[in-house]
């Protein structure tokens, strides 16, 4: 019943910024959390960030203050700003939408790939 569709990966030197969106569509109901994960060749998803239904953050230590969230509603529309990019970043990035007590729906991932 919900897609997500992302957007915004590609290539970015080192130190660049780049920003990744999340579009969900289908019904979607109430508000719910939404997760950024990244997986890297060879290693394990890890969580990113999260952004709440009351607008509560969290982020990963690895990327605290340099990433940010926000989410339009409206538009169905969450994004991650990433700042300050390091080659470590370099992955394929997720947006999930989470469902209390269900598995929850995921996006198609897009590639992250930062240059030193």
């Known amino acids: 019943q919900v897609q997500l569709v992302q957007s915004g990966g590609g290539l970015v030197q080192a130190g660049g910024p780049l920003r990744l969106s999340c579009i969900a569509s289908?019904?979607?109901?109430?508000?719910?959390?939404l997760n950024w994960s990244r997986q890297a060749p060879g290693k394990q998803r890890e969580l990113v960030a999260s952004?709440?239904?009351?607008?509560?953050?969290y982020f990963a230590d690895a990327v605290r203050g340099r990433f940010t969230l926000s989410r339009d509603n409206a538009k169905n529309t969450a994004y991650l700003e990433m700042n300050s990019l390091k080659p470590e970043d370099t992955a394929v990035y997720y947006c999930?939408?989470?469902?209390?007590?269900?598995?929850?729906?995921w996006g198609q991932g897009t590639q992250v790939t930062v240059s030193s």
């Open positions: 999930s939408l989470q469902r209390p007590g269900l598995p929850p729906y």
């Open positions: 289908g019904s979607i109901g109430t508000m719910n959390s």
């Open positions: 952004i709440g239904s009351g607008g509560e953050t």
